[in-house]
T-cell receptor, first 110, second 118 residues
């Protein structure tokens, strides 16, 4: 079993839709979680960083962590074609490298 | 802030040659840098953790003599792919952790280097 599981998609939505991206994890030692966005042939770009259970909002993005069920989510409101990318969730503990999910490809149709 | 650069962005080389990739943290100091490899439509695979002034820690299955890592300063780490072969063709991405950002374990990624070995 992978430490971080993520549906690879692709997920196709119309412009303006609310997007829900999800990951589950198995490592109870994870202390913090991150969401990265990666455009084709580019390096990942940090979107959200969360340390505890609950919600964290930044503009159109909301990250949600439920440590009791080991479930993390990223919501994108009013999705735009420019949001089309691969979204990677990751868990981390201490100073170790992040453990990434496989990524979900999102396509927002204009 | 927290910008990481990589050079070159793209390299094509002949089989048997060695290729060096540089990773720099431009506006912060990084005691720890990470090197990843990514195949098309797949996630990031951690290759090694690079700590300034000490030997890199390689993940299981990664040949340390094949992928030489040097972290000589707080802003520079290099990955050298020695005697490259076509199967080494991949997208190599580095990331760095900001030493001075208290309480943050965020990894900031470079733009990646696409290596093609003919």
């Amino acid at each position: 079993q992978k430490e971080v599981e993520q549906d690879p998609g692709p997920l196709s939505v119309p412009e303006g839709a609310i997007v829900s991206l999800n990951c589950t994890y198995s490592n109870s030692a994870f202390q913090y979680f991150m969401w990265y966005r990666q455009y084709s042939r580019k390096g990942p770009e940090l979107l959200m960083y969360t340390y505890s259970s609950g919600n964290k909002e930044d503009g159109r993005f909301t990250a949600q962590v439920d440590k009791s069920s080991k479930y993390i989510s990223l919501f994108i409101r009013d999705s735009q074609p420019s949001d089309s990318a691969t979204y990677l969730c990751a868990g981390g503990a201490g100073r170790r490298a992040l453990t990434f999910g496989s990524g979900t490809r999102l396509q927002v149709q204009p | 802030g927290a910008v990481v650069s990589q050079h070159p962005s793209r390299v094509i080389c002949k089989s048997g040659t060695s290729v060096k990739i540089e990773c720099r943290s431009l506006d912060f100091q990084a005691t720890t840098m990470f090197w990843y490899r990514q195949f098309p439509k797949q996630s990031l695979m951690l290759m090694a953790t690079s700590n300034e002034g000490s030997k890199a820690t390689y993940e299981q299955g990664v040949e340390k003599d094949k992928f030489l890592i040097n972290h000589a300063s707080l802003t520079l780490s290099t990955l050298t792919v020695t005697s490259a072969h076509p199967e080494d063709s991949s997208f190599y991405i580095c990331s760095a952790r900001d030493r001075d950002r208290v309480g943050s374990d965020t990894q900031y990624f470079g733009p990646g280097t696409r290596l093609t070995v003919l």
